[in-house]
């Protein structure tokens, strides 16, 4: 390369401030274009300064150069030590006394000591080489022996002499009386059900007899055995037996209707009746009820019969001894006991091989009933007879302790009218209804009602539940038919029920069935 510049079309090498040419050729310099723009100069900006901070870090005032130059002024300047005056309070109280020469670096020494005296044994404190050792101690401690204290009292103690022994007697007197009443009041509230156990209660045991005493079965039974008779109804190869008992001295005898209804529907059947002697005699038929479930028969050319003793239902209780006689599954002269398990027990009698559609108010027993009882006595500890065994109530079809007995008024009723008449007539209002239990009632509900029917004249209609009848409530569809059953024919009788929500009485007037 020459001396002379590489020329490139639209720049020019020169040579910069009078610079030699050879930098010049070893440095090309580049030509700005003609055209090209020229920019300002970027404005200078100086942010404003603190004041405060001006004082603290700008430079001193008087001084034009740099720092360097104003600190070397300053070290060859004399130091001007400015010692504020000493407090007097404080002089007083950490200066030295007066009369003090020795200085705080240095123990204090006597100024009569003896040049020949030993020298101190060295500082460790000083000299880092001086071996450990102990000291004497930083304090003499010695037992000391106190004068015997007072006893303190409890008010001292607890409240420090500031309530009035007065005071403390009147609190202590208040939270024994606090704690007397709530012991009080815990104590009626929890005597009763807070606790299962009680120390109050003291039982006792009394001696009694049985209301039926030793023999007394045995003689109850042999009372009434001579009235119970064994009923055989026989239709060609068909047979079926049940038990009866005589009512009245011309052989009039009473028993269930489904024990003689397979002879009632048929004229070639035939009754025979077993008395308790053994005697067999023949019986027709008297009347029967086939709403109350039962029959009357008669028996002719007897004489000497033993007459049952009627009882009164009224008289009869729950929990009373019982005894039930008849034939059961074909054997005369059973007799067994026990009690009157519950009163008016609606229960609806029928069956296979029976026209009875009864529904009776029954008397409920515990005795021992099965097929062959019916038609059969039940009595009560005197003999009396208190009802006619019907049906029983069993999953197994023998005795399980739930035996129904029609009670001895609706017997004597029943029995009464069939003998003088051959039929029973019952009052009825003309309305068929079915059991219903919701949040609004629980009673009869009125499924269909008759035309022109007691009912309809008095302005039931379906849907309407009945829920009592005269004096009793009724609760049940059967229920219904025993209350109506209760009624007399042609006397009016309130009838209450409810509709869409309210309590309405109704007069009705049962009619004949």
């Known amino acids: 390369m020459t001396a002379e510049s590489v020329k490139q079309p639209g720049w020019r090498a020169t040579d910069t401030d009078g610079e030699p040419a050879a930098r010049a050729a070893a440095s090309p310099s580049i030509e700005r274009p003609a055209d090209a723009p020229r920019l300002e100069p970027r404005p200078v900006y100086r942010p404003a300064v603190d004041p405060a901070a001006a004082r603290v870090f700008g430079r001193p005032s008087g001084t034009a150069g740099s720092f360097t130059d104003a600190a070397r002024a300053r070290a060859a300047e004399p130091a001007v030590e400015h010692v504020a005056p000493t407090d007097p309070v404080l002089a007083e109280a950490f200066g030295r006394p007066e009369d003090a020469d020795d200085t705080l670096q240095r123990p204090p020494t006597g100024s009569d000591t003896d040049a020949g005296d030993e020298a101190p044994e060295p500082d ?7 071996p450990v050792r102990l000291g004497p101690a930083a304090q003499q401690t010695g037992e000391q022996v106190l004068p015997p204290g007072r006893k303190l009292t409890l008010r001292e103690v607890l ?5 009035e022994p007065r005071a403390l007697a009147t609190l202590a007197a208040v939270a024994v009386a606090i704690g007397m009443v709530g012991g009080l009041i815990v104590a009626l509230v929890t005597s009763d059900n807070g606790s299962l156990t009680s120390r109050g209660v003291a039982l006792s045991q009394i001696a009694g007899d049985d209301e039926l005493p030793t023999g007394q079965v045995a003689r109850v039974a042999d009372a009434v055995l001579p009235a119970v008779v064994s009923i055989q109804v026989t239709l060609g190869d068909e047979a079926g037996t049940g038990s009866g008992v005589v009512i009245d001295g011309a052989g009039y005898i009473v028993t269930n209707n489904h024990v003689v ?3 009632a529907t048929s004229p070639d059947a035939k009754i025979q009746v077993t008395f308790n002697d053994g005697t067999k005699m023949p019986a027709s038929i008297v009347g029967r009820d086939i709403h109350t479930d039962l029959a009357v028969l008669a028996v002719e050319d007897v004489d000497n019969l033993t007459v049952a003793e009627l009882g009164r ?5 729950v929990g009373e001894d019982v005894i039930a006689v008849g034939s059961p599954l074909g054997l005369s002269k059973t007799v067994t006991r026990g009690i009157v398990s519950a009163l008016h027990r609606p229960m609806r009698l029928g069956g296979q091989g029976t026209d009875t559609d009864a529904v009776i108010d029954a008397v409920q027993t515990d005795a021992s009933i099965n097929p062959g009882n019916s038609g059969g006595p039940l009595v009560d500890a005197d003999g009396r007879v208190i009802g006619i065994n019907s049906a029983i109530k069993t999953e ?3 005795s399980v302790g739930l035996g129904f007995a029609i009670p001895i008024d609706t017997v ?3 029995a009464q009218e069939l003998i003088r008449n051959g039929e029973m007539r019952h009052p009825e209002i003309g309305v068929n209804a079915r059991t219903v239990v919701n949040d609004t009632a629980s009673g009869a509900e009125v499924a269909n009602v008759q035309a022109d029917s007691p009912a309809q004249r008095a302005g039931i209609v379906e849907g309407d539940v009945i829920v009592k009848v005269g004096d ?3 609760t049940s569809a059967d229920e219904l038919v025993v209350a109506v ?3 007399r024919i042609g006397e009016p009788v309130t009838v209450q029920l409810v509709r869409s929500g309210r309590l309405v009485d109704v007069q009705v007037t049962p009619e004949s069935d």
């Open 396 to 398: 197994t079809g023998g």
């Open 159 to 163: 409240f420090d002499r500031r309530i």
């Open 472 to 474: 009793r409530t009724v």
């Open 412 to 414: 004597t009723q029943v």
């Open 261 to 263: 209804s397979m002879a």
């Open 313 to 317: 239902s009224a008289d009869v209780q």
């Open 485 to 487: 059953h209760e009624q």
């Open 124 to 130: 460790p404190w000083r000299d880092p080489s001086t």
